[in-house]
């Protein structure tokens, strides 16, 4: 029994030992590290910063805000804008009576014809009349079917005279220079 009594005592003593180490380990660890405020500090000082310093932007943003929009504001004038607007609506109608001149009916109702085969296609040379034999002729009141009696030809060729260079002649690399 004492021997059993011995053991316990020690191994009790032991584990006093170890956790004492362990405590003085912990204690010496936790001595090292730096304090929560000290770790939180540099984050504390930066929102105390930036709180500080969000009035200050905003109204300087508010200012530039201001600033802009005074700039602008001569610009929006109803007078101004109307007048864009007209200016806008006069070039709208100059481009409509344009559009107008080009369109291919306005010479019908001043006496002249259109010529287009039976699908619609415009012709502008008698071969392709020849060619289509089926016509339709557009007047400036109404349409007429036509029909050539002619025999499509095969188209003939316009022999065009050969043209002259523009640049005079010029001497070549290994030419004599002239004296």
Known sequence: MALVDDLGRRSASCLTVQARRARERLDLTLHRWPQPETLFAPATQKVDDLTGRLPRALSARAAHARADLSA??????????????????????SLWRLAELAHPDRPLKRGFARVTD????????????????????????GTVDATTGLEPKAPQRVERKASRPYVGSQRGLFDEPEE
């Open 118 to 141: 039976r699908e619609g296609k415009t012709l502008t040379h008698a071969a392709e009349a020849v060619a289509a034999r089926n016509l339709q002729l557009h007047f400036g009141d």
């Open 72 to 93: 602008v504001a001569p610009r929006l004038r109803l007078e101004l804008l109307s007048d864009r607007v007209q200016r806008a609506q006069d070039q709208l109608a």
